[in-house]
């Protein structure tokens, strides 16, 4: 968390760093209008990238297949779009960055693997990426919920009469 607090802080440092230090070569007028305009060409493409995406999105679900990379092209596009909003050009090139589809992949691709899929399988205890154990538990149960590393600790033994079930009166007469 305190990372992520670092990036968010760290970017707009640089944002102003580089503004800064393009101001000394052009004049504001020109700086104002390269912001101004890297920022509306950027949203023009979010606009037609999204628009493709959701196009995309209904073929998958027309073809009945689940569309998790359009849902994550749609998240990284709504991340470009706030990145593209906000004023500077370190901000709009990162923006651009997630807008353009040959480094939104890989950039998909690494959300997938090093964010997503482990989020889901520790949610679901492996069953989003099918990663499931199939006999038993893991570690023989040491670290499984209700399990303990020492069988005979907390183990109820049952008697034959735990087992039976009593029927009310009403049930006998219903079953014959």
Request: aromatic share 8%.
């Amino acid at each position: 968390m305190k990372r992520l607090l670092a990036a968010l802080l760290l970017v707009p440092l640089l944002d102003m760093l580089f503004l800064v230090f393009l101001s000394t070569m052009l004049s504001w007028e020109v700086l104002v209008a390269l912001v101004v305009l890297t920022a509306l060409l950027g949203m023009l493409f979010v606009r037609a990238e999204g628009r493709h995406t959701l196009r995309r999105i209904q073929q998958a679900l027309a073809e009945g297949r689940p569309p998790t990379d359009e849902l994550v092209d749609g998240g990284l596009l709504l991340v470009a779009g706030a990145f593209l909003l906000t004023p500077g050009l370190v901000t709009d090139a990162i923006g651009l960055l997630f807008v353009v589809p040959v480094t939104r992949a890989p950039i998909r691709w690494a959300l997938k693997k090093y964010v997503i899929t482990p989020r889901l399988d520790a949610k679901t205890g492996g069953f989003a990426s099918g990663h499931v154990y199939t006999f038993g538990f893991p570690d023989d149960g040491a670290n499984a919920p209700g399990g303990n590393a020492n069988p005979g600790e907390n183990t109820y033994d049952l008697s034959e009469d735990a087992y039976d079930v009593e029927f009310d009166d009403n049930e006998d007469d219903r079953r014959k």
